[in-house]
């Protein structure tokens, strides 16, 4: 249960105070800060709550969608992802997720190198609070709009090219499973993984954003892959996020003690 955390999205009726409680009550120690959580409030408060409950701020999520079609959006970008890791100190994040985007009106390759370009003018202020920009490669079904990095691998090679220690891997079971490559890119992107997500790939997946699975629920060879992972040296965070339109209509406090055990039983 030590190594336990929840993305708010996934207990997404929950505001911070109240996630924080449940959480804390049911004995679960790390959190996934969505930033919609905290809004509303200042940061100081947000992260007083956490500390009160005994809560780290596992990652916060998210920063990301480099590429752009205008200067301005370019440096948009650059300012937002500059607060999310404003944001990420004073949570006491240790890593803000990036969600790298990609833009239908500009090639991969285009897209690619904005995203290359875009966490390279990240890296000195990331330095300079101390928190990492974890790359979290998306499945390719979101390459149109959401994110160009698909892969371990692609994320492995940013990271190399970048040469930055504070450039790291969320590696997302959602997202790699179906990787031929998994086995040896995982243990090419090796220490340079920082974040472990969770959930499952139900068949048939009836939304490609809103339909995922409690762990135990679909075909993702979860524990085989963390065995992997760990393999590296990972023995971080293991962090829920689950976005279901399904389980977000169920009874909050009934599907919380469903998400620890399926951690137990399927992780
Ligand atoms: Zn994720």
Same mark, same amino acid.
């Given at each position: 249960?030590?190594?336990?955390a929840i993305h708010t999205i996934t207990?997404?009726?929950?505001?911070?105070?109240?996630?924080?409680?449940? $959480? #804390?009550?049911?004995?679960?120690?790390?959190m996934g800060v969505w930033r919609q959580w905290l809004?509303?409030?200042? *940061?100081? %408060?947000?992260?007083? /709550? *956490?500390?009160?409950?005994? /809560?780290?701020a596992v990652s916060l999520v998210r920063g990301g969608f480099?590429? !752009?079609?205008?200067?301005?959006?370019?440096?948009?970008? /650059?300012?937002?992802?500059?607060?999310a890791?404003?944001e990420a100190?004073?949570m006491?994040a240790?890593q803000v997720v990036l969600v790298?985007?990609?833009?239908?009106?500009?090639?991969?390759?285009?897209?690619?190198?904005?995203?290359?370009?875009?966490?390279?003018?990240?890296?000195? !202020?990331?330095?300079?609070?101390? +928190?990492?920009l974890a790359?979290e490669?998306?499945? @390719?079904? $979101?390459?149109?709009?959401?994110?160009?990095?698909?892969?371990? =691998?692609?994320?492995?090679?940013?990271?190399?090219?970048? =040469?930055?220690?504070?450039?790291?891997?969320a590696?997302d +079971? $959602?997202?790699?499973?179906?990787?031929?490559?998994? %086995?040896?890119?995982? &243990?090419? #992107?090796?220490? !340079?993984?920082?974040g472990?997500h969770?959930?499952?790939?139900?068949? @048939?997946?009836?939304?490609?954003?809103?339909?995922?699975?409690?762990? =135990? %629920?679909?075909?993702?060879?979860?524990?085989?892959?963390?065995? &992997?992972?760990?393999?590296? =040296?990972?023995?971080?965070? +293991?962090e829920?996020e /689950?976005f279901?339109?399904?389980?977000?209509?169920?009874? @909050?406090?009934? $599907?919380?003690?469903?998400?620890? &055990? #399926?951690?137990?039983? !399927? +992780?």
């Amino acid at each position: 249960m030590d190594r336990l955390a929840i993305h708010t999205i996934t207990t997404k009726a929950w505001d911070l105070p109240t996630a924080a409680k449940k $959480y #804390a009550d049911a004995g679960v120690r790390g959190m996934g800060v969505w930033r919609q959580w905290l809004d509303g409030r200042p *940061l100081a %408060e947000s992260r007083q /709550i *956490l500390d009160d409950h005994g /809560i780290t701020a596992v990652s916060l999520v998210r920063g990301g969608f480099f590429p !752009h079609l205008t200067p301005e959006e370019k440096q948009q970008s /650059i300012d937002d992802n500059h607060r999310a890791l404003d944001e990420a100190a004073a949570m006491g994040a240790s890593q803000v997720v990036l969600v790298c985007g990609a833009k239908p009106e500009l090639s991969l390759t285009e897209s690619r190198k904005h995203i290359t370009e875009g966490i390279a003018a990240c890296i000195p !202020h990331a330095e300079k609070l101390g +928190v990492k920009l974890a790359i979290e490669p998306l499945h @390719p079904m $979101y390459a149109d709009c959401r994110s160009a990095v698909n892969t371990l =691998g692609q994320s492995t090679d940013i990271i190399e090219q970048l =040469g930055s220690t504070r450039v790291g891997i969320a590696a997302d +079971v $959602y997202h790699i499973w179906w990787d031929p490559n998994l %086995e040896q890119e995982i &243990q090419r #992107a090796g220490k !340079h993984i920082c974040g472990f997500h969770v959930c499952d790939w139900l068949t @048939p997946t009836n939304d490609f954003l809103n339909d995922r699975g409690l762990m =135990g %629920e679909g075909c993702i060879d979860i524990q085989g892959i963390r065995q &992997q992972i760990e393999a590296t =040296g990972f023995n971080d965070w +293991v962090e829920v996020e /689950i976005f279901s339109d399904r389980w977000w209509s169920h009874d @909050p406090d009934e $599907y919380l003690t469903k998400i620890i &055990q #399926a951690y137990k039983n !399927h +992780v």
